[in-house]
């Protein structure tokens, strides 16, 4: 969803309060401008920032339900990303091969109709771990799928720039309204309802998006075919079969146990998307470009060890978990639109660097918490974890931001949207290869649920590897030297 213009348009926007304001009296404005057409794009946004209901049961599902180590929950996270790095791919798809005559309702109907399987299968009957990642990756293709055809939606609909604008901005919104509103609702659900209902909640969520189709009959007037560009000619086809190759291949090699299964695919994926940047046209900038946004992606995680470890020890239940959802989001959402101006405005390697080591430092609290740092100065876990999530919140969403226009500066001209399309697989892939190091952490430190000895060990290895992406930040700052100076 983002693009040039919304990245440089956050440049002129006032900070503090006024900034709140502004945003309100803008999203009314926005809303009141809603046409019909809308419906389809914006609730495909908001189911999928909505899809958050269920992440509080699915810790207590994979915990309590399935008995996964939290090596194994990585495992399965790895594979559930991989969709995400194929949105290109469902893209080519609806603007050049329609369905039934339909280019976008029946490629919406196939998305909400995979997720909604997923979770049916996740209310009833999965039982395994095999059974889990495959209801697990349908719904992550699902919300894919729904996601690529709402991004082509909102710009036919458009009936100039400035409502694309209009479009673009409350799609934006919209995800955000969905991730707010579930956040304390998805532990409550989880605590009074139990897992398995929460899923079956969110099927919910699918079938809006289908009840949405009689309001996205209009987009389905044919795709124009350019002569220019990486998907000129036969190269659509080529991306299609391609793509579809690609995921028939990934699940035999699941399917069959091929050892190193993992790492053979995140060579193939990054191999693929290697190609297609070859095809926009690598220079050193991009190159430089896609290697600081794989490194600072990829950085492995702690993994669901320390969810296990703060329900088994700390008593967190899914009520509390909740609230701490609730608040992040709502503090990160502040904290996008108080610093955005600074951030767009300053070096992307200045703010990368700021952000990665505001974070590590404020992520020591959390480490000393399982070291019992709440108890020496005499704070409950629960007030000190609140407290901790307050502060530490704003920069979940500060991270994609430099990111986001380090994307839009190394674009050739001319083939911007495609690599906004290619680079955000890239960051996809890079989050699969951070779930695949966690998993190797998890394992090398032999954490579990009987034996949580070796978490402590397990984060400050993470919080350490994770300043290591810093040291790319030289190289590019060289070429930002480099660049053309932005015009004022």
Do not use: H
Request: with cysteine; aromatic share 10%; proline share 5%.
């Amino acid at each position: 969803m983002a693009d040039r213009a919304e990245l440089e348009a956050t440049s002129g926007t006032p900070t503090g309060w006024g900034a709140g304001a502004i945003v309100l009296r803008r999203a009314r404005q926005a809303a009141s401008k809603v046409r019909l057409a809308y419906l389809p794009v914006l609730i495909a946004y908001f189911c999928y920032g909505a899809s958050a209901i269920t992440a509080i049961a699915l810790v207590f599902f994979e915990k309590d339900t399935l008995g996964l180590t939290p090596a194994e929950a990585a495992s399965v996270a790895f594979w559930v990303g991989l969709p995400w790095s194929m949105k290109m791919v469902a893209g080519v798809a609806s603007d050049r091969y329609p369905i039934l005559r339909s280019r976008r309702g029946a490629y919406l109907a196939l998305g909400a109709l995979g997720s909604l399987a997923g979770y049916a299968a996740l209310a009833t009957t999965v039982a395994s771990k095999p059974m889990y990642l495959l209801a697990s990756v349908l719904v992550a293709a699902g919300f894919m799928v729904q996601d690529a055809v709402a991004d082509a939606m909102s710009v036919e609909v458009a009936r100039s720039d400035e409502e694309l604008g209009q479009i673009q901005a409350l799609g934006r919104m919209a995800l955000l309204a969905g991730t707010i509103s579930v956040g304390y609702l998805g532990g409550w659900l989880a605590e009074t309802i139990g897992a398995r209902l929460t899923f079956a909640v969110a099927g919910a969520l699918p079938l809006l998006v289908l009840a949405t189709l009689p309001f996205a009959r209009g987009s389905s007037r044919p795709a124009p075919v350019s002569e220019e560009g990486p998907l000129a000619g036969g190269n659509a086809r080529i991306v299609l079969l391609g793509g579809l190759a690609y995921a028939a291949f990934s699940a035999v090699l699941q399917a069959a146990a091929v050892p190193f299964t993992e790492e053979i695919v995140l060579v193939v994926s990054g191999a693929l998307i290697g190609v297609l940047l070859k095809r926009v046209g690598v220079s050193r900038s991009v190159v430089i470009a896609a290697a600081v946004i794989f490194l600072f992606r990829a950085a492995p995680a702690v993994g669901q060890g320390y969810s296990f470890w703060a329900i088994d020890r700390l008593g967190f239940d899914q009520r509390f978990l909740g609230l701490l959802a609730q608040v992040s989001s709502v503090v990160s959402l502040l904290g996008l639109i108080l610093f955005r101006r600074s951030i767009v405005r300053q070096p992307v390697s200045f703010t990368l660097f700021w952000v990665v080591v505001a974070s590590t430092i404020l992520y020591l609290p959390t480490i000393g918490l399982f070291y019992g740092l709440n108890e020496w100065i005499g704070v409950s876990a629960r007030t000190f974890a609140f407290v901790d999530t307050t502060i530490s919140a704003p920069l979940a969403q500060l991270t994609m931001v430099p990111m986001l226009v380090l994307i839009a500066r190394s674009a050739p001209p001319g083939a911007e949207a495609t690599m906004f399309a290619i680079m955000a697989s890239l960051m996809n892939l890079a989050l699969s290869a951070s779930q695949l190091f966690t998993r190797y952490l998890n394992t090398a430190f032999a954490v579990s649920q009987e034996d949580y000895a070796n978490l402590g060990r397990l984060m400050i290895t993470v919080t350490i590897i994770g300043l290591l992406p810093l040291l790319a930040l030289p190289l590019l700052r060289r070429q930002e030297g480099k660049a053309p100076p932005e015009p004022a």
